[in-house]
């Protein structure tokens, strides 16, 4: 595992980036950092781990956000690896990812140890909360960990690795016990967090956004045998509930705000539970945000740097809104308030992005060269058309440098952005909790929390629940987000055949036809003049659905992703083919602090 070993030798021996931002980024300097001469005081305490909640999970981001949405059925990126779920040990975006969240683990584990070890004025509470912080993002890695790979290392002390020097005698770990020992770590953490009152004043973990990732661990953890255990469910459902009744956060009453740049429009609920947190002021690159850049379309922001207009939003997903490409956006009957927030359709207006024009109309981006960004690619008359599916991402944009400025009183740049990536939402809480009490036998309790999450979106409330309506709304509110194909895995553990039924059941293809000209044909005059929607009828008669890239063949074993090839060749003990080993988690491994 000579990347794995990379990271833990760096995470060990350097210190945290340097130069000041947020107060929420702010760290040590490079140049001064040591055990000694940090860590003296509450403040300096709470910044060692501020790192954590960023930089270190960079380079996830590109499998995380569109990889693992597209083998899910989210997003058409063409016919690659992902959309065929073959994704193998020598793709770069799923080593990044792999990276990244070793990375995470031996950064944490770093963060605890200098903690433990430093001379210190500090208050006990103040280094109880660090720690706290640094097991729950641990274990977060570890969540994704087991979730793509399955049977990972357990890497509980990278001191102890590097001293031993066994970091090429690593087994895997059976999940089970991945599992029990990611719960280990959320018990450790939320004993040492506080239950903190004040929600919305930072972007942190507390014990509530611990106990949440915890119920959501358990709901998963309890297929791992293969059928569901009612114990773990009911753990589940418990540690949801605390969290609804108890920590004081409640849904962000416009579902679209929750993905804005302002921080008070999504601090003050609460609903965040765990996102990553980034600078476009810092200078130093993985500090950032720069999500737009691979999923936004040309000319979207005035930087030049946005290149993922080609990966339309799928037409299963769109299914799934019950709506269409193909339809008149005249008559389109939106009853959701989360499609046009996930992801933009012909006749979608949006008054949060260009601010500056009074809003972005997504017809005229593309057909009025008055209103399309000088000097940039595109036809005379608009943007470029990429898109085979009749929709682009909406989720992860902030709009153009002037939303940036505006809402946060700082610069956006080239693939430097602050918007906020939530991973852990409250909302997801109240459909772990529902789809654990449907699981339970309690289905009005699911249809409750259910309808709680449709209200806030303005859809038609439910008058019944079952498993399949907690499972498609979980991937309506949740859509490209990066949690639905893990959904999936945790399914697959139980259930395999029926995530393979439905995998193949999509329509995961494009359509057949060039957008840009049809549309054009029924927006422009002869002579090119912006004319808007509705100046000619509507006739999509030249546009078809394809099936070429639909799935025919999916086998259980693709739910499980490889370790990167160069991992397995410093290591076969990480191969597909070796097998995990059984530990005894609570007596292997101690937390005694």
Sequence with gaps: MKKILKYTVLAAVIAFASTSCSDFLDRPSEDRFTTGDYYKNDEQME??????????????????????????????????????????????????????LWAVNAQCNTVINNIRNADTQASQAAKNKAIGEALAWKAMAYFLLVRTFGDVPII????????????????????????????????????????????????????YAAEGLLSKVYLAKAGVSGSLDQGDLAKARDYAKDVI?????????????????????????????????????????????????????????????????????????????GVSAIDNP?????????????????????????????????????????????????????????????????????????????????SAGNMLYQLPTHILRLADIYLVYAEACVLTGDSASALTYVNKVRERAHATPLTSCTFD??????????????????????????????????????????????FKTVYKKFVQDDAENYVGPGAHT?????????????LIDVKPEMFTIPFPTEDVVMNPNVGSTAEAIHVDVRNEYTYDF
């Design 47 to 100: 910044q060692a781990v501020n790192y954590i909640y960023g930089s270190p999970w960079y380079d996830i981001i590109r499998f995380y956000i569109y990889g693992s949405e597209t083998m899910c059925g989210n997003v058409y990126q063409g016919n690659n690896a992902y959309s065929t779920l073959t994704v193998n040990g020598t793709d770069q975006d799923l080593k990044n990812m792999s990276y990244s």
């Design 538 to 550: 509507w006739d999509m008669s030249a546009i078809s659905y394809t099936g070429t890239d639909d």
């Design 156 to 207: 509980h002390d990278n001191t102890e690795v590097i001293k031993e020097a066994s970091y090429n005698e690593q087994h895997k770990v059976q999940k089970a016990d991945v599992y029990e020992y990611i719960v280990m770590t959320l018990e450790k953490a939320m004993e040492l967090l506080p239950k903190d009152p004040n929600i919305g004043k930072y972007n942190r973990v507390d014990y």
């Design 330 to 410: 005249e008559q389109r009957q939106d009853t959701d308030d989360r499609r046009q927030a996930t992801m933009m359709m012909f006749g979608d207006q949006y008054p949060y992005f260009w601010q500056d024009k009074g809003g972005f109309d997504f017809y005229r981006f593309f057909f009025d060269k008055d209103y399309y960004p000088t000097g940039l690619s595109g036809n005379a008359s608009g943007g470029a058309w990429q898109s085979e599916t009749g929709a682009n991402y909406c989720k992860h944009l902030f709009g153009c440098g002037s939303d940036h400025q505006s809402a946060l009183g700082v």
């Design 245 to 321: 009744d108890n920590s004081g956060r409640s849904l962000t009453p416009v579902y679209s705000d929750i993905f804005r740049l302002s921080p008070k429009v999504f601090q003050a609920t609460g609903e965040n539970l765990f996102s990553w947190q980034w600078s476009s002021t810092t200078g130093i690159w993985t500090a950032q945000n720069s999500i737009q850049s691979d999923v936004g379309i040309t000319g979207f922001s005035e930087f030049g740097d946005l290149w993922g207009g080609w990966k339309g939003v799928s037409i299963d997903l769109q299914d799934a809104f």
């Design 469 to 514: 309506d907690v499972w498609k709304e979980r991937r309506l509110e949740l859509a490209l987000e990066g949690d639905r194909w893990y959904d999936f895995v945790r399914r697959s553990y139980y259930d395999v055949n029926a995530c393979i039924a439905e995998l193949k059941a999509q329509r995961r293809s494009g359509w057949s036809g060039d």
